[in-house]
């Protein structure tokens, strides 16, 4: 049996392997999409490493800028008076309230934390010697749709 050809294709195969009505190929299509996307996820299959600039005194940046299809940051990676650093070590964003209540200096970043789905918290605040960092992150596909090939 060869394999389907599209996403239409495929929805109306499994669709009718399982005997299911015409009117389930929404939730079936959506079933294929959400299996997909875990795959994809589990597996690591998009990834990516994007640089961005870093402005000094800025410790809040948008996960958007970055890439658009971000589901899982592996590393950050700081660059500050052209060298690079050990990588980021990940906290909770109230341990980062923490430490900028207690102390909100600047230096070369150290620590970062997600605030929500989009936003990147870094702590210390970017002095000016930091010049960029990089990100290692694990993406989502673009869900599937008619014509599309699995």
Do not use: C
């Not at 195969?13 to 589990?42: C, F, H, P």
């Not at 299809?69 to 590393?75: D, E, G, H, N, V």
């Amino acid at each position: 049996m060869a394999f389907p050809t599209d996403f239409a294709t495929l929805v109306a195969n499994v669709t009718a392997k399982a005997r299911l009505a015409s009117g389930d190929s929404t939730d079936v299509g959506n079933w294929i999409n959400r299996s997909y996307m875990e795959l994809a996820l589990e597996t690591e299959w998009v990834s990516g490493a994007t640089s961005q600039a870093i402005t000094a005194g800025d410790d809040s940046y948008s996960l958007a800028a970055i890439s658009t299809s971000i589901a899982r940051i592996k590393a950050i990676m700081i660059t500050s008076a052209g060298e690079t650093g050990d990588p980021l070590e990940a906290i909770s964003i109230n341990q980062l309230i923490s430490l900028r209540r207690g102390s909100n200096q600047s230096g070369t970043p150290t620590k970062y934390s997600l605030l929500g789905y989009d936003t990147l918290e870094l702590w210390p605040n970017p002095h000016s010697a930091v010049t960029s960092m990089k990100v290692y992150w694990v993406g989502l596909p673009s869900a599937l749709s008619s014509t599309n090939v699995p």
